[in-house]
């Protein structure tokens, strides 16, 4: 009888478990579809007619390239594949031919990653700029105003 007794038991705590895993397993698919709903929140903001549609996509491009890049130091990449040369996995000859393939590849990745960065930050401040210019000139007459009715 004590056998039955611990059966339910069991089965009680493997199904507590089974719900615990389900209930985990969803939690990472309801942020999925959080992520799928923000980014046509997003598009439907940039179309708006904020003016700034084309800046929006560029940061949006930028992120999702950044997303997917992947950052090594040179000396854990050497490490790694020092390791694979020990184990005879590889000759040492391919092993430096495929460090120097990958930081180069990498350095190539960082250069456009740089200069697409540097295109947004000058498309932002002309965006800026152009958005400040009004005001700028509004603050000036009235400052010139100012000054003759003190003058």
């Given at each position: 009888?004590?056998?039955?007794?611990?059966?339910?038991?069991?089965?009680?705590?493997?199904?507590?478990?089974?719900?615990?895993?389900?209930?985990?397993?969803?939690?990472?698919?309801?942020?999925?579809?959080?992520?799928?709903?923000?980014?046509?929140?997003?598009?439907?903001?940039?179309?708006?007619?904020?003016?700034?549609?084309?800046?929006?996509?560029?940061?949006?491009?930028?992120?999702?390239?950044?997303?997917?890049?992947?950052?090594?130091?040179?000396?854990?990449?050497?490490?790694?594949?020092?390791?694979?040369?020990?184990?005879?996995?590889?000759?040492?000859?391919?092993?430096?031919?495929?460090?120097?393939?990958?930081?180069?590849?990498?350095?190539?990745?960082?250069?456009?990653?740089?200069?697409?960065?540097?295109?947004?930050?000058?498309?932002?401040?002309?965006?800026?700029?152009?958005?400040?210019?009004?005001?700028?000139?509004?603050?000036?007459?009235?400052?010139?105003?100012?000054?003759?009715?003190l003058g």
């Amino acid at each position: 009888m004590a056998t039955k007794d611990q059966s339910p038991g069991r089965a009680k705590k493997a199904k507590a478990g089974a719900q615990a895993k389900k209930a985990s397993a969803r939690k990472p698919a309801s942020k999925s579809k959080a992520k799928g709903k923000a980014k046509p929140k997003t598009a439907k903001k940039a179309a708006g007619g904020s003016g700034v549609t084309g800046l929006d996509k560029s940061v949006e491009h930028f992120r999702e390239s950044l997303e997917h890049s992947v950052t090594l130091s040179k000396d854990r990449l050497q490490e790694v594949v020092d390791d694979a040369v020990k184990r005879g996995r590889m000759t040492r000859g391919d092993a430096e031919k495929m460090v120097s393939d990958l930081i180069k590849r990498g350095r190539r990745q960082t250069d456009g990653l740089l200069k697409e960065l540097e295109r947004l930050v000058k498309q932002a401040r002309k965006e800026v700029g152009g958005r400040a210019a009004p005001v700028r000139k509004q603050a000036t007459q009235a400052a010139r105003r100012a000054r003759r009715k003190l003058g």
